[in-house]
């Protein structure tokens, strides 16, 4: 039980810094929340029902700005496609856990506590289990938190901050965490390559082709290993 309740506040512990990078990136939800027309209270709620930001951006921007329901629905599942992938990456870790934890652990693995509990993977399952439900329950609570303030405090802000920074400050974070081989390395300049020469392509699609990319390029390199 001890060394249940240290792993669990290890995780708690990375969690914190991670998590840093994703304070302005809920002040530009809370604005975008706000600029949408949409209830400021269902639009926060969005925080748990889809519990991803980038999608949740995606959204409410698309029908703030009066796009059909169905196309900003579709907009938002590609860009959270990338999640697809993420829960392939960890299905056999996944598979060695007690069915709850299948269930409920799925619902906490966004980009962050994806990077962080991936590098706990080969640890034992009870190990595993209390890292990644300290990282999970960090991020969760503190992004409805911050979300709930934005709504707030979002638009008390001067707009020369220019908060957008904080989107692809905290991407590349994550990105720089992930790296620990060359593979690695190349996969995710490919997947930026592709990204950016189909960034022309409705709904944002481009991003699942940088994705699918990057994630060919890797299988690929680690075969040839």
Sequence with gaps: MNDTRRIIRQGVTDALPVFLPAVPFALVLGIAILESGILPALGWSSSALIYGGASQLTLLTLLGDGAAPGAAVTAALIVNARHLMYSAAMAPTFQQQ??????????????????????????????FRAYYLGVGLTFWLLWLLFTAVALVAGPLLPQHWGLGFAVPVMFLGLLVIGI??????????????????????????????????????????????
């Design 98 to 127: 007690p069915a709850w934890f299948r269930w409920a652990g799925s619902y906490f693995l966004i980009d962050q506590v994806f990077a962080l509990t991936m590098l706990r993977i080969n640890d034992e399952p009870q190990r």
């Design 180 to 225: 620990d081989r060359w593979p690695k390395a190349v996969a995710a300049a490919v997947a930026a390559l592709v990204t950016w020469l189909a960034a022309s392509l409705p709904h944002r699609s481009g991003l699942l082709l940088g994705a699918l990319a990057g994630v060919l390029t890797g299988l690929l390199l680690e075969r040839r290993r």
